[in-house]
């Protein structure tokens, strides 16, 4: 395919864009001596993005080339992620430093809209480009920004001018718990003994199932079932780890790599040595360009140490797309493809990464390997509260004075939560409501503050607790904004394979901002949304909504 004016073509050349011999030796010198496999396609898309700043039309014909594949395979998958800059001949290229404004639920309640507008104000748009952009996730710094790759969290328009104005535009590195402090402290010790014998899979699946340790990406699937299910599974599998947290509200995973990253690595060689993986895939979203560096340089280091042998970790990065931490369209986006859901069956547990079982966890999930078999099941298990087990990291944001990752037990409730770990509500704020789960998780009032956040107790109410993201609005918010900011977050990342989701979330997010809170036509499209989309965002995107219609009558009072 053509996707600009190209070259002038001579009657002997073949049709379509020609190539140019300077992209060509461009893009060869962008990728060295890296192997030009498919599944590396998104990787060496970012090699160029990075250089260039965008993806011009010419590279990506040499990149064709260079890879063996389509003009249209290479177009159609850089035109899926939301971080990669098409640019035909036509077009202005971006400017050279983009500003990433977060306007997701939590910066938008925090003025987020207002900033974006003051920034593009004072720039020169040549030379910055201002864009809000979905979760960011860094909730608890509302309103966030990105200047380049340096974060300003609580960003105000004199804050982000003077990061601007220093050029401070890399990422700030967090002091964190490098190998030889993490070594000092016995870390890699409990994966000695996993290779020595001394733990199988069936036992630490067994360690793992009486802890309670289950899915900690959303679906609470217990863990130690996942690991006999793939342990009995014919090699050739594969480890994955869902680092791509890109659900508003959720950022307990940047929390932890940014603190303690070896209790993720420990965790995952532990898995992958126990089930007989042949490697591990670590896929992290690009929105964590300081996690992306720690990893990479403390992957290195294990490699240099011996620490990684048979099994390596091979460090893959999103580009933009929230739909890839549904685990299949995160399958689909390391094998170098877009990031469409699968249809289930098969599940990848049988039918995974490259065709082969594959044993899929959160980054929070193996974070608790090492503690759980260090300190026993029980200690885990012990926990929680209400018969609950276990600890939940919850990401806390909105209107309370203390906002961040508390460490918290599994079955507390939003009351407890609220007055024992983020000192109650902002000054001058009333408790009204809050997500659960996120944004796909349901609204819930403050009445129903009491009941315990774990997997499936909010059910009953049509909601649920998801990746543990906990949104807090107080009397000072519209819940019908809310459900359309939310609306508008699904709408901007449906991955539009299926039509009840493509269609569905545009749909509702024009009733509500036409403020048309017909109660038949929510119903009619969130039924057809829920039983017909080929995943959760899409089954779950009109949570919002049915929330504000049920728990939230009076916001049409007004």
Same mark, same amino acid.
């Given at each position: 395919?053509?996707?600009?004016?190209?070259?002038?073509?001579?009657?002997?050349?073949?049709?379509?864009?020609?190539?140019?011999?300077?992209?060509?030796?461009?893009?060869?010198?962008?990728?060295?001596?890296?192997?030009?496999?498919?599944?590396?396609?998104? %990787?060496?898309?970012?090699?160029?993005?990075?250089?260039?700043?965008?993806?011009?039309?010419?590279?990506?014909?040499?990149?064709?080339?260079?890879?063996?594949?389509?003009?249209? %395979?290479?177009?159609?998958?850089?035109?899926?992620?939301?971080?990669? &800059?098409?640019?035909?001949?036509?077009?202005?290229?971006?400017?050279?430093?983009?500003?990433?404004?977060?306007?997701?639920?939590?910066?938008?309640?925090?003025?987020?809209?207002?900033?974006?507008?003051?920034?593009?104000?004072?720039?020169?748009?040549?030379?910055?480009?201002?864009?809000?952009?979905?979760?960011?996730?860094?909730?608890?710094?509302?309103?966030? !920004?990105?200047?380049?790759?340096?974060?300003?969290?609580?960003?105000?328009?004199?804050?982000?001018?003077?990061?601007?104005?220093?050029?401070?535009?890399?990422?700030?590195?967090?002091?964190?718990?490098?190998?030889?402090?993490?070594?000092?402290?016995?870390?890699?010790?409990?994966?000695?003994?996993?290779?020595?014998?001394?733990?199988?899979?069936? #036992?630490?699946?067994?360690?793992?199932?009486?802890?309670?340790?289950?899915?900690?990406?959303?679906?609470?699937? +217990?863990?130690?079932?996942?690991?006999?299910?793939?342990?009995?599974?014919? @090699? +050739?599998?594969?480890?994955?780890?869902?680092?791509?947290?890109?659900?508003?509200?959720?950022?307990?995973?940047?929390?932890?790599?940014?603190?303690? +990253?070896?209790?993720?690595?420990? $965790?995952?060689?532990?898995?992958?040595?126990?089930?007989?993986?042949?490697?591990?895939?670590?896929?992290?979203?690009?929105?964590?360009?300081?996690?992306?560096?720690?990893?990479?340089?403390?992957?290195?280091?294990?490699?240099?140490?011996?620490?990684?042998?048979?099994?390596?970790?091979?460090?893959?990065? @999103?580009?933009? #797309?929230?739909?890839?931490?549904?685990?299949?369209?995160?399958?689909?986006?390391?094998?170098?493809?877009?990031?469409?859901?699968?249809?289930?069956?098969?599940?990848?547990?049988? !039918? $995974?990464?490259?065709?082969?079982?594959?044993?899929?966890?959160?980054?929070?999930?193996?974070?608790?390997?090492?503690?759980?078999?260090?300190?026993?099941? *029980?200690?885990?298990?012990?926990?929680?509260?209400?018969?609950?087990?276990?600890?939940?990291?919850?990401?806390?944001?909105?209107?309370?004075? *203390?906002?961040?990752?508390?460490?918290?037990?599994?079955?507390?409730?939003?009351?407890?939560?609220?007055? *024992?770990?983020?000192?109650?509500?902002?000054?001058?704020?009333?408790?009204?409501?809050?997500? +659960?789960?996120?944004?796909?998780?349901?609204?819930?009032?403050?009445?129903?503050?009491?009941?315990?956040?774990?997997?499936?107790?909010?059910?009953?109410?049509?909601?649920?607790?998801?990746?543990?993201?906990?949104?807090?609005?107080?009397?000072? &918010?519209?819940?019908?904004? !809310?459900?359309?900011?939310?609306?508008?977050?699904?709408?901007?990342?449906?991955?539009?394979?299926?039509?009840?989701?493509?269609?569905?979330?545009?749909?509702?997010?024009?009733?509500?901002?036409?403020?048309?809170?017909?109660?038949?036509?929510?119903?009619?499209? &969130?039924? !057809?949304?829920?039983?017909?989309?080929?995943? @959760?965002?899409?089954? #779950?995107?009109?949570?919002?909504?049915?929330?504000?219609?049920?728990?939230?009558?009076?916001?049409?009072?007004?």
């Amino acid at each position: 395919m053509s996707f600009g004016k190209g070259l002038s073509r001579k009657p002997s050349q073949p049709k379509g864009r020609q190539l140019e011999d300077a992209a060509l030796s461009e893009v060869q010198a962008l990728l060295g001596e890296e192997p030009r496999r498919a599944d590396l396609l998104i %990787e060496h898309l970012h090699k160029i993005q990075d250089a260039y700043g965008c993806l011009e039309a010419r590279h990506l014909k040499a990149l064709s080339v260079e890879m063996k594949m389509s003009q249209a %395979e290479v177009y159609e998958v850089a035109s899926f992620y939301h971080h990669f &800059d098409i640019i035909r001949e036509e077009d202005r290229k971006p400017a050279p430093l983009t500003i990433r404004v977060c306007d997701s639920v939590t910066c938008s309640i925090k003025g987020a809209d207002a900033l974006a507008a003051a920034l593009e104000a004072g720039v020169d748009p040549a030379k910055v480009r201002i864009q809000k952009v979905p979760c960011i996730g860094r909730c608890d710094g509302a309103p966030a !920004v990105q200047v380049g790759k340096r974060a300003v969290d609580n960003a105000s328009e004199l804050s982000v001018r003077a990061t601007l104005f220093e050029g401070q535009t890399a990422p700030d590195m967090p002091d964190y718990i490098k190998l030889e402090q993490y070594r000092a402290d016995g870390g890699y010790k409990l994966l000695e003994r996993v290779r020595a014998g001394e733990f199988d899979a069936a #036992a630490l699946a067994g360690m793992a199932l009486e802890a309670g340790l289950r899915g900690l990406g959303g679906a609470g699937f +217990p863990t130690g079932t996942k690991w006999k299910i793939v342990n009995d599974l014919p @090699g +050739p599998k594969y480890l994955t780890i869902n680092g791509d947290e890109g659900e508003p509200g959720t950022f307990k995973d940047r929390y932890h790599l940014e603190r303690d +990253p070896h209790r993720l690595l420990e $965790g995952a060689l532990i898995a992958a040595h126990a089930i007989s993986a042949d490697r591990v895939y670590l896929y992290m979203r690009d929105e964590y360009p300081a996690v992306l560096e720690i990893l990479a340089a403390e992957i290195e280091a294990l490699r240099s140490t011996g620490i990684i042998t048979g099994i390596d970790i091979e460090l893959r990065r @999103g580009a933009g #797309a929230y739909i890839c931490g549904e685990e299949s369209a995160m399958i689909e986006s390391i094998e170098g493809k877009r990031g469409l859901p699968r249809h289930r069956p098969p599940f990848i547990a049988q !039918v $995974g990464l490259f065709g082969r079982p594959t044993l899929n966890h959160n980054v929070e999930t193996l974070y608790w390997v090492r503690d759980i078999v260090e300190k026993g099941p *029980e200690w885990f298990a012990s926990q929680g509260r209400r018969d609950h087990k276990g600890f939940r990291s919850f990401s806390v944001s909105g209107r309370v004075k *203390e906002p961040g990752v508390k460490l918290a037990p599994a079955g507390i409730t939003m009351n407890e939560l609220l007055e *024992e770990f983020c000192g109650g509500m902002e000054e001058g704020h009333t408790f009204k409501g809050y997500l +659960p789960g996120g944004a796909s998780g349901g609204i819930l009032p403050a009445s129903l503050a009491d009941e315990p956040l774990d997997f499936g107790t909010l059910d009953k109410h049509g909601c649920f607790i998801g990746s543990h993201a906990i949104v807090v609005f107080s009397d000072q &918010d519209d819940m019908r904004d !809310v459900a359309l900011n939310l609306m508008r977050f699904f709408k901007h990342e449906s991955c539009g394979q299926c039509t009840p989701c493509r269609s569905g979330t545009e749909k509702m997010e024009h009733l509500l901002a036409a403020g048309d809170w017909n109660e038949a036509k929510i119903a009619d499209l &969130d039924a !057809v949304m829920r039983s017909a989309s080929i995943c @959760g965002l899409g089954q #779950a995107a009109s949570n919002p909504v049915a929330s504000v219609l049920k728990f939230f009558p009076e916001e049409f009072e007004r």
